[in-house]
């Protein structure tokens, strides 16, 4: 039995290969494979029921690292984190980076991750140099724009079906120290959110939005805007990086229910804020969750969904303020309710998940056929407004709503590896 992050599906596997070297092809026995880096993908996009996973994390070699220019290459399971901690020491940080460290270089390749700094930065897979695509067949394909430069566009945000990617060397930015300079305001609409953002975006490379998914009325959209920007040379704190905490239940049920989540969310939204910008630690900007190991838990056996959504820029304002009127009507959502302007970095994947507009991205309980019902709901509003869903949050995508959002997907599939497959791409496809 394996599971992605969110619990949810539960599927069973034929076996977990660990392979370092491929170059005599995969076994015959092997059937479909799928790379499987730490499981931090939502939904069944890292999962390949009754196939083969070919496990990643034994891949985790830093291979060079070059302090004076930036670049660094690593096999493709080594973590972000063992990134940070090589690298930051010497004055690096990571060019992007999503909401948790504990992803490999393999996964943020092939979901061509985004981060706070999209409006600034695009996503993941435009910082990588170069690459190596390792095929069923044992052929090694070095790709990068200008050399195999079509296989380079279809692995960056390829799911892991182009093959298996060996090791990637990527581009780093400077960062003086681990502190963060960090702005917090408090916001009491979506209107007002989006006046604060415009602000916002032209001064703060990183800009992301928390929002109570449960506020109605005027006080709909309410949230907290936090923007920040690594730290001067001259801006630092004594101090260390935050411990993390282990959630020490599994409970039958999820802990996520209407009354907490209200809770929650008013207690949240009126904790006393900075009144200027302060330091504060880059893993308590950029990985809170991390804070707590194994928060998944918190949400039950029958696990939770995550449903991420972009639209474009001219319909973003109505449809976000549809969808979150959808959702308070629903008493269904959760405290992670995040919400942030995509910018014009155009990706440099077939399937790339990030483009201009506003994504919105909440967890749910997995409450059964009414949740559903209002993801059917949700789903109405993104295919009205031209959006679309982010495959490695998913997993309940209807077919026609991954070929719309992702007109690329006929052209892409060119490029996948006869041997290699996942629940998700079956699903999506093949209804």
Known sequence: MELSWNRYPRLEHREILTLFDLSAGLPERAGFCLPHG?????????????????????????????????RISCE??????????LVLPRNWFLPVTPGTQYVTV?????????????????????????????????????CSIEEAGEWFAATIGGLGLTGLITWAEIQLIPAHNPWMMVESRR????????????????HWPYTVAWLDCLSAGRGQGRGIYMAGRHALWTESLPGSRPRSLLFPLD??????N????????????????????????????????????EWNRIYGRKGFFQYQCVLPPAAAQAGIAAMLKKISASGQGSFLAVLKTL???????????????????LDFPN????????????????RDTGGALNPSKDARMPALMFKTGFPNWERFAAYIDPKFSSSFWRRVTHE
């Open 106 to 142: 393999g996964g943020a390749i092939a979901n061509d991750v985004h981060g706070k700094n999209h409006h600034w930065a695009g996503s993941f897979g435009n910082h990588v140099t170069c690459l190596e695509l390792l095929r069923s067949d044992g052929q090694r394909i070095r």
């Open 343 to 361: 910018g014009r970095v155009p990706s440099r994947g077939l399937l790339s998940f990030a483009r201009p507009g506003v994504t919105l991205a």
């Open 251 to 256: 409970p039958p049920f999820s802990l996520i």
């Open 187 to 202: 916001f009491s609409s979506l209107d007002e959110f989006w006046q604060i953002n415009k602000e916002a975006e032209d």
């Open 367 to 382: 409450c059964g056929p009414k949740t559903f019902r209002l993801f059917n709901e949700l789903d109405a509003i993104v």
């Open 258 to 293: 209407p009354f907490s989540l209200r809770l929650i969310n008013s207690l949240y939204f009126h904790q006393p804020l900075k009144k200027k910008p302060a330091l504060s630690h880059y893993a308590k900007f950029f990985y809170p969750l991390d804070g707590v190991l």
């Open 38 to 70: 730490n499981g931090r993908s939502y939904g069944d996009v890292c999962l390949n029921e009754d196939g083969v996973l070919l496990d990643t994390r034994r891949l985790n070699r830093i291979i060079a690292f070059d302090p004076v220019t930036g």
């Open 76 to 85: 493709s399971g080594v973590l972000l984190k063992e990134i940070l901690d």
